[in-house]
């Protein structure tokens, strides 16, 4: 018979079990998450990428230049502030096209990472404290390797736009026949010969490019990390073996917005994960607004680099024009007041965009076509209207067009007129609501929310000591092979001899 004694010392065993169990699942790992580039979207995709790991239990140290709005994200957060980063921003102008030039773009990058390794908080805490991860973005410069090379442990890079060949590049993918036109191309899927012979022509110039840069990259990385190393006691890793020792390559892509492509197991996409389950609720008015219009409401908004308040005075007079003519409402995303609006346009410095694109009488959404706008308007079924200004914008514009969900204008002088156009054949014609509904669905049917992702592939790589079963095979391989040089060199002797003896 059990004693009353020996059930008590049962449950009491059990109840030690689960508290010891549930204590080190709270205890989790500590991440450094470096995210220096100062710009709305990429603070939202790195609090995406926080908020997943603290809501799991994990510690986070987080670098970035925005720590007021970071210190509300969650508990377990230590924030290290590089917020004068915001100061290299200055130089960039979308006017003057400068945000287009590389070279202009890689300076910016160096001075982003140099504001990071040059911090005193950083400095202290990288020699000092033992990480069990490192995550970090990249963004034009691969100095940053350096980080998780002398921490010696795995490196999960944020790639915060889908697959490039700068990615491609430390995973090492190999792109003999590239089938995406380049980011800031237009072209559609699938291209033609002379846009094939564009694409390959510059994916050869970006190979050239990063050939050419990479003394003065690894320069920099043996100044920075060299001491820091040193105070670490730990040896400092060849350059091109820290760039290539990526664990997990995080890219803001799904195939349903994209092409699918054949990629390392290690290149996880993660697109809408920034993308709340249950979305916020709407303010009051904006809910009664939203609610009060059946017939259908026109959503516009450039972002937060390209403000309405700067565009021309007469494309801003027109678009009031052609907005108070439509049977919707219309709601513009303005940073200023405007005098004498139509009844039906009702602007606001700020829009909460994710919860408005939501609610179900949204037609149309005119937008700059940025990554994370564009996966919210996909996540919600809601047809765009593309208005690309530079970068990743055009080419997310043309998949946008080529998916049937979406039509494209160019930000120029006749810019009103043409969207006039476009904006009459996308609220007249419903195969574009029906396509964009369906692409929604898509992107929504995947096997779990994509912040579960995040997790579970930085937990593996922490587990399996850096993921290498997942890494291409390509790395096994020295340059001259992986580009098939050998065999061809082989070949062309044999043929050379053939020709000689024949």
Not at 95 to 107: A, E, F, G, M, W
Not at 309 to 315: E, G, N
Not at 365 to 384: D, K, N, Q, R
């Amino acid at each position: 018979m059990v004693s009353y004694k020996n059930v008590v010392m049962l449950h009491l065993s059990v109840l030690v079990s689960v508290l010891l169990y549930t204590c080190g699942q709270v205890e989790g790992y500590h991440v450094l998450c470096v995210t220096p580039v100062p710009s709305s979207s990429h603070y939202h995709i790195a609090k995406g990428i926080v908020n997943a790991l603290l809501t799991k239990g994990h510690e986070v140290t987080w670098i970035t230049p925005y720590p007021d709005k970071a210190k509300t994200v969650g508990k377990r957060l230590n924030i290290i502030d590089v917020s004068k980063v915001q100061e290299a921003m200055k130089v960039i102008s979308i006017n003057d096209n400068s945000v287009q030039d590389l070279n202009i773009l890689r300076q910016i990058a160096n001075n982003f990472s140099l504001e990071v390794l040059h911090h005193e908080d950083f400095r202290k805490v990288i020699v000092e404290t033992q990480f069990d991860a490192v995550v970090s973005e990249w963004f034009f410069s691969d100095v940053l390797a350096g980080i998780a090379a002398i921490q010696q442990v795995p490196w999960i890079v944020i790639g915060t736009t889908g697959i490039h060949p700068y990615l491609e590049y430390i995973v090492d993918v190999i792109s003999l026949s590239p089938i995406l036109p380049p980011m800031t191309f237009s072209y559609p899927i699938p291209m033609s010969f002379y846009q094939r012979l564009i694409t390959t022509f510059v994916l050869a110039f970006t190979k050239f490019d990063i050939w050419r840069n990479t003394p003065s990259v690894e320069a920099m990385y043996k100044a920075e990390f060299a001491h820091l190393a040193k105070a670490r006691g730990v040896p400092l890793p060849d350059f091109q073996q820290a760039v290539h020792n990526v664990s997990v390559l995080f890219v803001n892509s799904h195939s349903s917005f994209t092409t699918a492509q054949s990629l390392p197991q290690n290149v996880v996409e993660i697109a809408g994960f920034h993308i709340e389950e249950k979305h916020q609720k709407l303010p009051k008015d904006l809910q009664d607004l939203l609610d009060s219009s059946p017939q259908g409401v026109v959503y516009f908004s450039m972002g937060s680099i390209l403000k309405s308040r700067d565009m021309p005075q007469k494309i801003k007079n027109d678009l009031v024009k052609i907005f108070g003519s439509l049977p919707y409402t219309v709601l513009w995303k303005f940073e200023d007041k405007i005098e004498g609006l139509p009844k039906n346009v009702h602007v606001r410095a700020w829009m909460p965009q994710d919860s408005i694109l939501a609610h179900p009488n949204v037609r149309v959404f005119i937008t700059h076509c940025g990554l994370l706008s564009s996966l919210e308007a996909l996540h919600h079924g809601v047809p765009m209207l593309a208005v690309p200004v530079f970068g990743d914008q055009t080419i997310n514009a043309a998949q946008v067009v080529a998916g049937g969900y979406g039509l494209k204008v160019d930000y120029s002088e006749d810019l009103v007129p043409e969207l006039k156009m476009a904006l009459d054949e996308m609220l007249r014609n419903d195969s574009y609501y029906k396509q964009a509904q369906y692409r929604s669905k898509v992107f929504r049917m995947r096997i779990t929310h994509p912040s579960e992702l995040v997790n579970h592939y930085v937990e593996l790589a922490i587990e399996t000591k850096g993921a290498h079963h997942l890494r291409s095979s390509i790395l096994l391989y020295p340059w001259y092979q992986r580009y098939l040089l050998d065999q061809l060199a082989f070949y062309t002797t044999l043929l050379y001899i053939l020709y000689v003896l024949l």
